[in-house]
C-alpha cells in the first residue's frame, strides 16, 4: 500500500556544486522538471503537496536570481518554496550568535517578496508558502580567508580532483561524545530565537525543520543519549505556541553587530540597532490562552519587563518559566541530565493588565495568561 506520504520535496540543494547532476547552471531547467514533476504527481493524488528549492544557501551568488527562474517556470505547480541556512558564530561572539535570527528574516521577507513578485508577473491568486526545511544555529572557528578568489570560493572544493584523498570512515564504536561547543544555554538561545523568527513569520513559514534532530535536541555519548536543554525550549513552544501568532512591540537597549566572515562562503554584513530583548507571541484565542516568548540576549545585564495586555480584557497571569545558568560553559550528561531545566519564576507584579518582572542575563522565558471564566 502507499506510504500516504502527504509533501513532498522535489531534489535537494539542486543548485549545489557538490550534487550529482547538479541544476547550477540551468535554473529553468530544473524549474521545468519540477513543474512537469509536481503535475503528474497531483494528477496521480491531487490531495499531496510539493516544495521546490531554493537557492542551498544565501551566500550563493546566484541567490536570489536562481529560484526566481525556478519559480518563473513551477509556481502554478508547487506548493512551497524549500530553504536552508546554518547560522555560523565564532567562539565567544555571543552578540553575533544570538543576532543569528536577524539574517533569518531577512532571508523569509526576500523570499516571500519574490515569491510575491512571481505571483503578480503571472496575475495568480496563489500565495507561496516556505519551508524552511534545514536550520541550524552553530559555534565554529574562524577559517582561514582566501581573499580575491570571488565566486571561485565558493566552488574551487569540488573541482579538486586529488588522487590520494581519503574517504572518511564513520566508525560506530569510534564515534565521538556529541556536546554542544560553548555549553547546552547558548546553543539552546540560538535556537529558539531561530524558532522565534519562525513563528512571527508564521503567515509564509509553515514547515520548520530542525535538521540536527536528535543530536539538536539531545548530548551522547558511546553509551548514552540525554536531553539538553534546547529540547525543553523547543518543547514549550510546542505546546504553548498555539494559535495566532502575534507581533510584540519591544522597547529595549540595543546593540551593532559588525560585520564578520567565518570562512571564504559564510560571511555576515553587520547589523545595527539589534534589539537585547527578544520575543514572540501566540494568542489561542479558542481557549482562552496567550503566551509570550522572551529571551534577553545580554550577557551582563539584567532588565525589568513591563508587559501591556490591557488590549486582552479578562485576561490573568498564570505563570512565568525562566531558563538561566550562570555556567555558560555547563552542559547536561547522562548522570546530570537536569543542569539547564525551566523553572517557575516568583515576585511577579500583575495589575490591571500591567505585568512587572526581570529577565536575568542570557536567560529564556515563557509568560502564560489565560482567560477568566466568566
Known amino acids: ?131 524552511f526545511d534545514e536550520y541550524g544555529a552553530m559555534i565554529r ?30 566508525d560506530p564504536d569510534q564515534m565521538p561524545d556529541r556536546k554542544h561547543p560553548g555549553g547546552d544555554m ?45 529540547y525543553y525550549a523547543l518543547s514549550q513552544l510546542m505546546e504553548y505556541a498555539k494559535g495566532t501568532s502575534m507581533q510584540t512591540s519591544v522597547e529595549c537597549e540595543t546593540y551593532d553587530m559588525p560585520g564578520y566572515a567565518i570562512d571564504d562562503t559564510s560571511q555576515y554584513r553587520g547589523k545595527e540597532n539589534v534589539p537585547y530583548v527578544d520575543s514572540a507571541s501566540a494568542w489561542d484565542r479558542e481557549n482562552g490562552r496567550l503566551n509570550l516568548f522572551v529571551l534577553n540576549r545580554n550577557e551582563e545585564s539584567e532588565y525589568s519587563l513591563t ?11 498564570v505563570k512565568q518559566f525562566e531558563m538561566y545558568t550562570d555556567d555558560l560553559e555547563a552542559s547536561s550528561s547522562f548522570d546530570n541530565p537536569s543542569l539547564v531545566l525551566p523553572k517557575e519564576k516568583e515576585d511577579i507584579l500583575f495589575a490591571d493588565g500591567r505585568l512587572t518582572t526581570s529577565l536575568k542575563p542570557l536567560s529564556w522565558n515563557v509568560l502564560c495568561f489565560e482567560k477568566e471564566e466568566e
Open 1 to 131: 500500500k502507499p506510504y500516504g506520504v502527504k509533501v513532498w520535496y522535489l531534489g535537494n540543494e539542486m543548485d549545489g556544486p557538490w550534487q550529482i547532476g547538479s541544476w547550477d547552471k540551468d535554473p529553468r531547467g530544473y524549474g521545468v522538471l519540477a513543474n512537469e514533476t509536481s503535475k503528474v504527481m497531483k494528477w496521480i493524488d491531487p490531495t499531496i503537496e510539493t516544495a521546490v528549492c531554493a537557492s542551498s544557501a544565501i551566500f550563493m551568488d546566484h541567490y536570489p536570481e536562481w529560484e526566481e527562474t525556478v519559480l518563473e517556470q513551477c509556481y502554478d505547480s508547487v506548493d512551497y518554496l524549500s530553504m536552508h541556512h546554518y547560522h555560523s558564530a565564532p567562539p565567544g561572539d555571543i552578540k553575533a550568535l544570538l543576532g543569528g535570527s536577524l539574517y533569518y528574516e531577512e532571508f523569509i521577507d526576500t523570499e516571500a517578496a519574490l515569491c510575491d513578485v512571481i505571483a503578480a508577473k503571472r496575475r495568480s491568486p496563489k500565495k507561496m508558502m516556505l519551508s
Open 141 to 170: 572557528p574562524n577559517a582561514e580567508l582566501h581573499p580575491g578568489y570571488g565566486v571561485y570560493n565558493m566552488t574551487r572544493a569540488h573541482y579538486r580532483f586529488d588522487p590520494d584523498r581519503k574517504y572518511v570512515l564513520h
Open 186 to 230: 547558548l546553543q539552546m538561545l540560538a535556537m529558539v530565537s531561530i524558532q522565534m523568527a519562525f513563528l512571527r513569520h508564521a503567515d509564509r513559514v509553515k514547515i520548520a525543520c530542525m535538521t540536527g534532530g536528535l543530536g539538536a535536541l539531545c548530548s551522547s555519548d558511546h553509551d548514552h543519549v540525554w536531553r539538553s536543554a534546547s
Open 307 to 317: 508587559v501591556d495586555v490591557r488590549g486582552f480584557e479578562g485576561y490573568r497571569f
